[in-house]
């Protein structure tokens, strides 16, 4: 939500911006679709896989154009295949335009500031995506697929590869609370399964996490309130989940385990340079 009340939503290929009233207008189509949507204060932006940044970027709507915000990583090589197992992504922006964006199949968190520049990356264990064994089914609708598409290809241009997408999603929902801390839901890995909220302390410098008792498996959908919490599973029949304030402050936290910051183990000092998460 924007700090007007405005709403972006993506409707079809169109962005369309609603303002507190209700009343919608459709922004200028950009070439590339938005694979995340955020407001910066009253400023429409959105996550793009960009092949002019060889990557993805975040394009930021100023009232006439769209223009490059934040580059998140690129270098001008741009392999669709591989870049496409980090499409989804959640964005929030702090009151004081600080970017938080996570990514769906890997854990991976990032900051950057309102000039662009990279602040924080968070990484558990290698940061890398993670996937599941396809099972047979799955392999034969692919080369079903992969065969109707060489049949209908006509010329090198309309040549393509199929593959099964077994990337496992981690990350579910990011939202900012009034105090400028970052909070992430997140699938456990623990044998139990279930769900973790993780937040950033930016006083001892570590990933933390504490448990969230909430029905799964199922994509969420978050967002801080004046007193907490709400959750929200894409299915509205399973209901809405709030988390307040004080139960967030009294949770029993405990860190994150194999977190680099900004490169570094977590517990090494020489992370101090990490910043604050306002």
Do not use: C
């Given at each position: 939500?924007?700090?007007r009340?405005?709403?972006?939503?993506?409707?079809?290929?169109?962005?369309?911006?609603?303002?507190d009233?209700?009343r919608?207008v459709v922004?200028?189509?950009?070439r590339?679709?938005?694979?995340?949507?955020?407001?910066?204060?009253e400023?429409p932006v959105?996550?793009?896989?960009?092949?002019?940044?060889?990557?993805?970027?975040?394009?930021?709507?100023?009232?006439d154009?769209?223009?490059d915000?934040?580059r998140v990583?690129?270098?001008?090589?741009?392999?669709?295949?591989?870049a496409?197992?980090?499409a989804?992504a959640?964005?929030?922006?702090?009151?004081?335009?600080?970017?938080w964006l996570?990514?769906?199949?890997?854990?991976?968190?990032r900051?950057f500031?309102?000039s662009?520049?990279?602040?924080?990356?968070?990484?558990?264990?290698?940061?890398q995506?993670?996937?599941?064994a396809?099972?047979?089914s799955?392999?034969?609708?692919v080369?079903?697929?992969?065969e109707?598409?060489s049949?209908?290809?006509?010329?090198p241009?309309?040549?393509?590869?199929?593959?099964?997408?077994?990337?496992?999603?981690?990350?579910?929902?990011v939202?900012v609370?009034?105090?400028?801390?970052?909070?992430?839901?997140?699938?456990?890995?623990?044998?139990?399964?279930g769900?973790?909220?993780?937040?950033?302390?930016?006083?001892?410098?570590?990933?933390?996490?504490?448990?969230v008792?909430?029905?799964?498996?199922?994509?969420?959908?978050?967002?801080?309130?004046?007193?907490?919490l709400?959750l929200?599973?894409?299915?509205?029949?399973?209901?809405?989940?709030?988390?307040?304030?004080?139960?967030?402050?009294k949770a029993?936290?405990r860190?994150?385990?194999?977190v680099?910051?900004?490169?570094?183990?977590?517990t090494?000092?020489t992370?101090?340079?990490?910043?604050?998460?306002?």
């Amino acid at each position: 939500m924007g700090s007007r009340g405005e709403w972006l939503v993506q409707m079809g290929k169109n962005l369309v911006l609603f303002d507190d009233e209700g009343r919608g207008v459709v922004l200028p189509s950009t070439r590339e679709p938005a694979f995340a949507l955020a407001m910066a204060g009253e400023d429409p932006v959105i996550l793009v896989l960009s092949s002019k940044a060889g990557g993805w970027a975040v394009l930021r709507w100023d009232g006439d154009e769209w223009s490059d915000w934040v580059r998140v990583d690129g270098d001008g090589r741009l392999d669709v295949g591989l870049a496409m197992e980090k499409a989804d992504a959640f964005l929030t922006i702090s009151s004081k335009d600080r970017l938080w964006l996570a990514r769906r199949y890997s854990e991976e968190i990032r900051q950057f500031s309102p000039s662009g520049r990279s602040l924080l990356d968070l990484r558990v264990g290698d940061g890398q995506v993670v996937h599941g064994a396809s099972d047979p089914s799955t392999e034969e609708r692919v080369a079903k697929s992969a065969e109707r598409v060489s049949r209908s290809a006509r010329g090198p241009k309309r040549q393509g590869r199929t593959v099964a997408f077994t990337a496992k999603p981690t990350y579910h929902a990011v939202a900012v609370d009034s105090f400028h801390q970052a909070y992430f839901l997140k699938l456990s890995t623990g044998p139990e399964g279930g769900y973790v909220i993780q937040r950033w302390n930016p006083v001892d410098l570590r990933l933390e996490e504490t448990d969230v008792d909430l029905p799964g498996p199922s994509a969420y959908t978050m967002a801080f309130g004046k007193a907490g919490l709400h959750l929200a599973p894409f299915n509205a029949a399973g209901g809405r989940f709030f988390v307040s304030s004080e139960s967030l402050d009294k949770a029993s936290w405990r860190p994150t385990q194999e977190v680099t910051v900004n490169g570094f183990a977590e517990t090494d000092r020489t992370a101090k340079e990490a910043p604050s998460s306002e």
